[in-house]
């Protein structure tokens, strides 16, 4: 079980997670479904702000990543909480924005950020945009020139660190779609660009390495590539950055092949961080820049589980069982992109030992539409409830209506009390844009 005591088994045999038994979750609000442990997820905010608070006397910000999971309540318990968020899209922002967020603490990401994304951002006045492109920082100094504004900034940059993930989600590489490389002198030329604008204030740099890491070391080497690159561009044009995003990343337990990390192990990776950040600046003779951190999986992906409920099971003998769930790649499709791992239970027989091993398959018309391979299991019945941990990072965030199957509504919990934060997707809602062209009907 998690150490966190996010999850735990009771006495009636049955999975609960945040203190609720899953079965009466399932029972009351049906399956497919999102649950949440708010416990959980205010824990994770705090270890992060209090290591800022403690050992960097408070210059920086948490910044929970919108992209992990996105939703008024999510971001109303991080209002609450006293940090920031991050967005990359005018959704996101819109969804911030409409829960009450302050937009002072709002950081704009994204590599190619549309028209109407930058007026938005401009018009609400959000606190920081990472510019990702010479062409965007040319259009936000023309918005900010006719609003007769300044916007601060941020350029995204590389340092060319490959840290031990999965390629697809390896963000800083020298050949990304992401920022610009220091390797290259890209880096330096867009510098150059955002601070010949007049209407642009040029606040430091972002980098962000990657995501699912657990070395340390990754990080610290990213704290030191981007320093040496601050005071490289001090010596060549004397500005000295004010703030270092250094992005997110940390990971997290999906199943036994990664480590089960403590609170005080995030707290290691973050100490780990800044006390790399103090030497490298005392070495250099920089001053300490503002620090901004964006974690968002390691907030939000244990914190979450799926249930769902088992339909057809099909066994073909000698090569594998099949057990189907109510739902599929369209709530989770992280095993189709990335072949991602996960640890499953019975959340009605959670502590009956495993006798077999089965793949749960989704109910979508899709050959791939796969959950989990070779997971070990008790020998599962149609019925039964079957429980998907660490599900809480981009499973809601990457749904879809494949199929016209329904997103699953999302539940938030807190020792006994159980609400609706996403609410169930009706049908109609799913038809609600079609239209029928007039010659049609």
Request: net charge negative; glycine share 8%.
């Amino acid at each position: 079980m998690n150490e966190r005591d996010t999850l735990k088994i009771n006495a009636k045999s049955h999975l609960q997670i945040g203190g609720l038994d899953c079965t009466e979750i399932a029972e009351k609000y049906g399956t497919p479904v999102y649950v949440f442990d708010e416990t959980h997820i205010r824990n994770m905010m705090r270890v992060y702000k209090n290591v800022i608070d403690k050992e960097y006397g408070g210059n920086g910000l948490v910044a929970y990543a919108s992209k992990a999971f996105s939703c008024k309540a999510v971001y109303a318990i991080a209002h609450s909480e006293n940090i920031g968020v991050d967005v990359v899209s005018g959704g996101e922002l819109y969804t911030a924005i409409s829960a009450g967020f302050p937009a002072d603490k709002i950081i704009m990401h994204g590599n190619n950020k549309l028209l109407n994304e930058l007026q938005s951002a401009v018009d609400r006045r959000i606190g920081l945009i990472v510019v990702d492109s010479f062409k965007e920082a040319d259009i936000l100094d023309k918005l900010c020139a006719e609003r007769n504004i300044s916007q601060n900034v941020l350029i995204r940059i590389n340092p060319g660190i490959e840290a031990h993930t999965h390629a697809f989600v390896q963000t800083a590489r020298t050949d990304s779609k992401f920022g610009f490389s220091i390797s290259d002198g890209t880096a330096e030329k867009m510098t150059n660009h955002v601070l010949s604008k007049s209407n642009l204030v040029l606040k430091g740099y972002h980098c962000h390495i990657g995501s699912q890491i657990f070395e340390k070391q990754s990080f610290v080497l990213a704290v030191e590539k981007v320093m040496d690159f601050v005071a490289y561009i001090k010596s060549k044009t004397k500005f000295e950055a004010d703030c270092i995003n250094l992005g997110g990343g940390f990971g997290i337990w999906y199943n036994d092949e990664d480590p089960k990390l403590k609170l005080c192990d995030y707290t290691d990776y973050l100490e780990s961080m800044i006390n790399a950040l103090k030497d490298k600046t005392q070495q250099l003779s920089l001053k300490n820049p503002y620090l901004i951190i964006e974690p968002g999986r390691s907030i939000i992906g244990e914190a979450g589980i799926t249930l769902y409920t088992v339909g057809a099971i099909k066994e073909i003998e000698g090569i594998k069982k099949y057990v189907a769930v109510d739902g599929g790649m369209f709530d989770n499709p992280r095993y189709a992109l990335y072949q991602s791992k996960y640890s499953v239970l019975l959340a009605n027989r959670a502590d009956e030992p495993c006798t077999e091993k089965v793949t749960i398959a989704g109910k979508c018309c899709e050959s791939g539409d796969i959950i989990a391979v070779d997971v070990p299991l008790p020998k599962v019945k149609s019925g039964d409830i079957l429980a998907v941990l660490s599900t809480g990072a981009y499973n809601y965030s990457m749904a879809s209506n494949y199929n016209r199957n329904a997103v699953p509504p999302a539940i938030l919990v807190n020792g006994t009390h159980v609400e609706y934060i996403i609410k169930p997707q009706t049908y109609e809602d799913i038809v609600r844009n079609d239209l029928i062209p007039d010659y049609l009907k």
